[in-house]
């Protein structure tokens, strides 16, 4: 077992490479946590997903961009291939899953993968329909999964009106759907105005939002269930 | 004036008579109003230019844009294919760059019988020929940054500025060559006087003001060096906040840059005026697709008194609008414009 000191030496390691994008040293300390007998778990959340949330914060702050995230994307992943297989139950204490997907006409997903980065970390099952997706498939894949969320992106100001249609076809098909969008020319605003439950300006609070929706629709079900038994 | 006339007066940083006022592209709102497809209007010059044509007597749009929503096919002639679709624009199929020696075995002299090319360059030309006097016609395309990142992928391009900098730097280099190619026909025989680039790539809120200035600035500047050379204008649209940038705009060498409605456009009259033309910004979705008559005007309004009462200034959306903008909004924003006496 490592010691408490090498524990936070190891995992200081593993925040600053995903931080500065370092995937050798990602590889090397994931590695190494594992056979210095360290939990798989602990090594991922204390470790990288805590570099990740940084990056979040870099991101805000306009110190980082795309090209930057993506490489620390990377950096997380090298990391979570090797730590992943050590893991008993990867768990925020809710398990979801979730339908995502970039509208038809976008095929922008790079703000949609980090999304589902970010559920794959959480432990959610992520049905992920990539980009340009017909708009009817959203439908046809949450009706098949029964997925608790559908996730709808796009970036562009000509495509986003897709989503509307999206929104109103799943409504009237499963009203208890808990829809998120997000995407550039989104906003609060339109969320609100074309009936999503809720809109994310970044991943970070995408997974958030998911969270507590997903929280409450097991809330909803558990006091129906309730009511049934009484 | 005509409505030429005022954007080319403002072109060269001059006060016309009244603010210039114009849509940046709006292919797929005009294919939409006017019940074609992009694929209908693909392979015929005829029906394009008769849709320009009318939509600019509906619209009365300072400048009138040939090709707009067709600019994929300008990387998609050298191979990758197209897709068209029951919505937006047609896009390409494939990415087909991965190495240097991909770009090396792109052949540029395809885009010259490229069919779908070809009929837009025929609208550009017919367009000319019947409302060239009146208005501003140009041809779209996107710009070196973004035409680069078409070629190898966007995600794959973004991680190369880290792994590979040279090799993004030969591509966009590339990107920009093609453009040459494609614009030099039109502007040798003196049908273009404008040239309006997109680089969506090479957005505010994509990439950083570093990034920009390595990546997507020099080539910018390439293709307007070109265009001064040989007496053309040049029409820049960058997407996203771009305020901790602008000081980089003036070394882009365009005529006009059009910027995001997430731009500070007071900042912006500050930075540019005198040095360029700007062109913005006023939200193409919160009030052009959402907003009533009156919120455009508003908002339209508000946009001028800050930043177009001195010239040098054109009034344009913050960027290409949502094909289900009212067209009474457009109207209202256009009128705002016309009716304003400088």
Redo the contacts between chains.
Sequence with gaps: MATEERRKEILETLKNAVIQ?DEDAAKEFSQMALDEGMDANDAIFNGLVSGMEEVGRLFEA?E?????L??CA?ALYVGLDILKPHVKQLDLGIRGSVVIGTV???????GK?IVKMMFDVAGFQVYDLGK?VP?DKFVEEHMKTHSDLVCLSAM???????MKKVIDDLKAKNPDVKIMIGG??V?Q??AE?WGADGYSPDATNALKDAINMISSLKKMKEEAEAKKGS | MTPRETVMKALEGGKSDRVPVSLFGGG?WSIKDSGTTFKDLSLNAGKMTDMLVSLSGKLLCDIVYAGSGYNNFHAAALGGGIKF?????P??ESHIVATEEDILKLDLSKIDTEAVINTVKNALRETKARIGKEYLVTMTAWGPYTLGARFVG??TM??A??KKPEFVLKVVDFATNLLIHLYEPVVSDGTLELLSIADPTA?G????KK?FEKFALPYLKKLTDWAKSKNVHTLVHI??NTT?RLDLFPRTGASCISLDHKTDIAKAKEVLHGKMCFAGNVD???IM??GSVKDVEDASRRVIQTAGTDGGFILMPG??????VPYENIQKFIQVAREWKL
């Design positions: 994008y306009q980082y961009f795309v090209p930057e993506l490489m990377d038809e006409g976008d095929v922008h997903d790079i993968n340009d708009l562009m100001t000509t495509t986003m009106v897709g550039a020319p906003s605003d339109i105005k | 797929m679709r029951e919505i937006g624009a896009d390409l966007e995600e973004m991680k500025t880290f957005s809120d994509l990439i950083s990034q997407c996203g901790d193409p979705v919160h697709l959402q960027c290409d609008i949502p094909p289900t």
